[in-house]
């Protein structure tokens, strides 16, 4: 009986070890084409320009709110110093997109936070590692700093990826959609370089997605997770500010004097100084694009010159 135990034991650990290694080469060996041609993989370039950065810079940190909204070749270029986005989409979790950060950011370096909530432990993992296929070593630090979240996942992960293959399909649903690929992106610097020209919504569709901005709209986690990552910047040597997130002003329901009274609730609950008031992130429709918290080309800019005119000013 004992004999039969232990046998039966070693045979679900070796079938354990060998889904699991199939399972590792499958994401961290090189990615078909189809994969490597997502727009994720603008996730991949802007880590790789921050490994590759020296002396000190700017990183933007965020969702698709940096990446569609803050053009870096541009806010290098006002402030006199590299710029980098590091986010570009939300639902890989701000968890992630922090932890990601801390590898980059040192003495001299400054970091812009567009306020945005997050709730604890966010982590959206199918899309990490959608994102961090055919990068081995992204792989192994996820895994070596979240073994149990890593190891919980990565399985479900691999099971659609075999079947996704084996129909000929994608996972993500990027492919057919207007800007949502790697090319959108410069591989070197990771600046979201699609041109985007007009609103893609009709006026009325745009101003009917609604945005609430109330303190009860952001969570004691974040609040708490944000003003720690705030100190964790300070002790390096490096100082955070914030930014409101840009949203389209008809889409917003509070009136100009509850955005400013949400302003001074914000400011009194954050560590950081708020280097943009609230109104000077609302724009009208013609600079949006296919959201009302997605600029064009033209808004990006706009959006971009507002940040290096607070960042101007809070380090002069």
């Given at each position: 009986?004992?004999r039969?135990?232990?046998k039966?034991i070693c045979?679900?650990?070796?079938?354990?070890?060998?889904?699991?290694?199939?399972?590792?080469?499958?994401?961290?060996l090189?990615?078909?084409?189809?994969?490597?041609?997502?727009?994720q993989?603008?996730?991949?370039?802007?880590?790789?320009?921050?490994?590759?950065a020296?002396?000190?810079?700017?990183?933007t940190?965020g969702?698709?709110n940096?990446?569609?909204?803050?053009?870096?070749?541009l806010?290098?270029?006002?402030t006199?110093?590299?710029a980098?986005?590091?986010?570009?989409?939300?639902?890989m979790?701000?968890?992630?997109?922090?932890?990601?950060?801390?590898k980059?950011?040192?003495?001299?370096?400054?970091v812009?936070?567009p306020?945005?909530?997050?709730?604890?432990?966010?982590?959206?993992?199918?899309?990490?590692?959608?994102?961090?296929?055919?990068?081995?070593?992204?792989?192994?630090?996820?895994i070596?700093?979240?073994?149990?979240?890593?190891?919980?996942?990565?399985?479900?992960?691999?099971?659609?990826?075999?079947?996704?293959?084996?129909?000929?399909?994608?996972?993500?649903?990027?492919?057919?959609?207007?800007?949502?690929?790697?090319?959108a992106?410069?591989?070197e610097?990771?600046?979201?370089?699609?041109?985007?020209?007009?609103?893609?919504?009709?006026e009325?569709?745009?101003?009917s997605?609604?945005?609430?901005?109330?303190?009860?709209?952001?969570?004691?986690?974040?609040?708490?997770?944000?003003?720690?990552?705030?100190?964790?910047?300070?002790?390096r040597?490096?100082?955070?500010?914030?930014v409101?997130?840009?949203?389209?002003?008809?889409?917003?329901?509070?009136?100009?004097?509850?955005?400013?009274?949400?302003?001074?609730?914000?400011?009194?609950?954050?560590?950081?100084?708020?280097?943009?008031?609230?109104?000077?992130?609302?724009?009208?429709?013609?600079?949006?694009f296919?959201?009302?918290?997605?600029?064009n080309?033209?808004?990006?800019?706009v959006?971009t010159?507002?940040?290096?005119q607070?960042?101007?000013?809070?380090?002069?």
């Amino acid at each position: 009986m004992k004999r039969f135990f232990v046998k039966s034991i070693c045979l679900i650990l070796s079938v354990g070890v060998l889904f699991y290694g199939l399972i590792l080469a499958m994401i961290c060996l090189p990615k078909p084409a189809a994969y490597a041609e997502h727009y994720q993989r603008g996730f991949v370039y802007q880590y790789r320009a921050l490994e590759r950065a020296e002396g000190r810079k700017i990183v933007t940190l965020g969702g698709s709110n940096v990446a569609y909204n803050v053009n870096t070749d541009l806010l290098g270029e006002l402030t006199g110093i590299p710029a980098y986005n590091l986010g570009v989409n939300g639902s890989m979790g701000y968890s992630y997109i922090l932890d990601c950060a801390k590898k980059f950011i040192g003495e001299g370096d400054i970091v812009i936070y567009p306020l945005w909530n997050f709730e604890k432990d966010d982590y959206g993992m199918e899309l990490i590692w959608l994102t961090l296929e055919g990068e081995s070593d992204m792989v192994f630090d996820l895994i070596a700093s979240h073994p149990l979240k890593a190891l919980s996942t990565i399985g479900s992960f691999g099971l659609k990826k075999t079947y996704a293959l084996a129909l000929g399909n994608r996972l993500d649903g990027y492919s057919e959609t207007e800007g949502y690929s790697a090319d959108a992106f410069d591989p070197e610097t990771g600046n979201y370089i699609y041109e985007r020209v007009a609103p893609t919504l009709a006026e009325p569709v745009m101003e009917s997605i609604k945005f609430s901005c109330t303190r009860s709209t952001l969570s004691d986690w974040c609040v708490s997770a944000m003003n720690e990552f705030t100190a964790w910047c300070r002790a390096r040597g490096a100082q955070v500010y914030f930014v409101f997130p840009t949203l389209m002003r008809a889409s917003v329901i509070e009136t100009d004097e509850q955005l400013r009274a949400y302003q001074s609730e914000v400011e009194a609950a954050f560590d950081a100084e708020f280097i943009m008031d609230v109104l000077d992130a609302c724009y009208d429709y013609e600079f949006y694009f296919n959201l009302p918290t997605h600029l064009n080309s033209a808004g990006m800019d706009v959006y971009t010159a507002e940040i290096a005119q607070g960042i101007l000013s809070a380090i002069a």
